[in-house]
Nanobody
Framework: QVQLVESGGGLVQAGASLRLSCATS????????MGWFRQAPGKEREFVAA????????YYADSVKGRFAISRDNARDTVYLQMNSLKPEDTAVYYC?????????????????WGQGTQVTVSS
């Protein structure tokens, strides 16, 4: 069992930056692919970014490409999402997720473990 705890969300103005963190429990973090998803009010959950277990592969949603960056520190069992040039449409609850397959994927059904989410609100 893996537990994921997100942090770093908040209320910011458009154009600002935030860095989300997702701390994981257990000793097997290094074998999991990690992903970030988000869900805005009234909308379905959507893919944001993903990284393979060793960091060799990354994927981004078109809407965040060039503004967001996913990274991981396997020594700290933590994955990050650096979010720059935030826009009001980035407002959502952001979730991190772990996939035992180790391959990065955009598909939420492939992920085995999920965090509780952290709120990001971007004002115009």
């Amino acid at each position: 069992q893996v537990q994921l705890v997100e942090s770093g969300g908040g209320l910011v103005q458009a154009g600002a930056s935030l860095r989300l963190s997702c701390a994981t429990s257990g000793r097997t973090f290094g074998i999991y692919a990690m992903g970030w998803f988000r869900q805005a009010p009234g909308k379905e959950r959507e893919f944001v970014a993903a990284m393979s277990s060793r960091g060799g592969s990354t994927y981004y949603a078109d809407s965040v490409k060039g503004r967001f960056a996913i990274s991981r520190d396997n020594a700290r069992d933590t994955v990050y999402l650096q979010m720059n040039s935030l826009k009001p449409e980035d407002t959502a609850v952001y979730y991190c997720a772990a996939d035992r397959s180790s391959w990065a994927t955009r598909e939420d059904y492939m992920y085995d473990y999920w965090g509780q989410g952290t709120q990001v609100t971007v004002s115009s």
